[in-house]
Structures are given as C-alpha cells and as structure tokens.
Nanobody
Framework: QVQLVESGGGLVQAGGSLRLSCAASGRTLTIWAMGWFRQGPGKEREIVAR????????YYADSVKGRFTISRDNAKNTVYLQMNSLKPEDTAVYYC???????????WGQGTQVTVSS
C-alpha cells in the first residue's frame, strides 16, 4: 500500500500562483511515476502532469504547458506542482496519484481544492 497526502490548495486570483505538495509513504519503491490530476465542476478527471520517480521524465497536458511545473524530491518522497499564471478554468479538485508502469493510477490522494477567481 502507498499513502498519499496532499497540501497547498486554496483560493487565488487569476494570474497568481500556488504550489501543491504530495507526500508519499508506505511501499514507495513500487511507484513508477507520480501524477497530478484534476477534476473541475461537471468535468471528468484529467491528467495535468506526470513525473517518473527514477529518471524524472515529465509529461504535461497541453492546457498547462509553460505554466505548471512538476518536480519530485526522492529523499522526501514528495512531488510538487508549481502552478503559475493561474486561470479561472484551472479551478478544480487536484489529486495526486501513484502510477504503475502502465501509467495507470494505483493509489490516490484525498484531493485538494484549487479555486481561481477572475
């Protein structure tokens, strides 16, 4: 089992920044990658960004490229999502996930709300 605890959500004005954190514990050696997903009101959950645990290879959704940065600190078993130039359409519940080698989430965090006001 892997436990994921997120923090860092909140309310911010458009153009502002937030940084999300996700701390992993438990069987972290089984993790292939860590990802951030989000689910906006009335929308399906979508991937935002992903980083492989060992090599640090990243992936970003087109909607956040150039604005969001995912990073990880292996020593702390923590992954971060730096979100800059936030837009109202970024409003969502953001979830951290531990991904297996097929790129599918095996474990989810509890979610953290990000609200961007216009």
């Amino acid at each position: 089992q892997v436990q994921l605890v997120e923090s860092g959500g909140g309310l911010v004005q458009a153009g502002g920044s937030l940084r999300l954190s996700c701390a992993a514990s438990g069987r972290t050696l089984t993790i292939w990658a860590m990802g951030w997903f989000r689910q906006g009101p009335g929308k399906e959950r979508e991937i935002v960004a992903r980083v492989t645990w060992s090599g640090g290879t990243t992936y970003y959704a087109d909607s956040v490229k150039g604005r969001f940065t995912i990073s990880r600190d292996n020593a702390k078993n923590t992954v971060y999502l730096q979100m800059n130039s936030l837009k109202p359409e970024d409003t969502a519940v953001y979830y951290c996930a531990a991904l297996n080698r097929r790129g599918k989430p095996d474990y989810w965090g509890q979610g953290t709300q990000v609200t961007v006001s216009s």
